[in-house]
């Protein structure tokens, strides 16, 4: 075991021990709580943006006062029910095999993070004695490429979303003002025609 596997192992071991304190209930939450509060206030950013015009007469700002607000209020909204679903749990005396669980869970998203990193620098360690003689390298490194393509479609699935939500705006945006200019063409044709005619 040398240097890599040590840094590798101490990684694990402290992964492992936060998960065994906070259980499997509060860290699967955070992770869910913080996803789901970037696509939702993504999606409803625009349309409460309105709603911010006191901070700001700036269309930009209210957006991003808005997606503050609603990426903050989902967080503590999941922080309230996880709080709950704890209790709950300790009630029912299941406390121990959620912090099992906990505990596991953090393995597994340290492990899925120690794989996409080895991918990341396997091109540029490959030859060093240190990086051939490491046992979790040589037994882990097979399957990085499945850690890094998996992140990649998590990430890109996540762009598109994104890129929707703008396009959709745009197009939105675009018929307003299409609308308005028709309706200002319209007035002015009406208002220079010859009443005599």
Partial sequence: MNTIDIIVLAIL???????????LLSALAS????ILA???????????????????????????????CVALAIIVLTWVVTSILSGILKTLKLDPLNRLAGGLFG???SLFIVLIVMQSLAPWLHSAQS??????????????????????????????????????????????????ESSLGNRSEHSTKNPFN
């Fill in 131 to 180: 990086w051939q003689h490491s046992l979790f390298v040589q037994a882990l490194l097979p399957y990085a490429p499945l850690a890094t393509d998996l992140s990649k479609d998590v990430a890109s699935d996540a762009i598109k979303h994104m890129n929707h939500q703008g396009q959709a705006e745009v197009a939105t945006s675009d018929d307003s003002s299409f609308g308005q």
């Fill in 107 to 109: 393995i597994l998203k």
């Fill in 13 to 23: 071991v402290f992964s492992c021990i936060n998960g065994l304190r906070r259980g």
């Fill in 31 to 34: 992770l869910l709580g913080w």
């Fill in 38 to 68: 970037l696509f939702v206030a993504t999606s409803l950013a625009s349309t409460l943006a309105p709603f911010m015009s006191g901070f700001s007469h700036s269309i930009m700002v209210q957006k991003v006062a808005a997606f503050a």
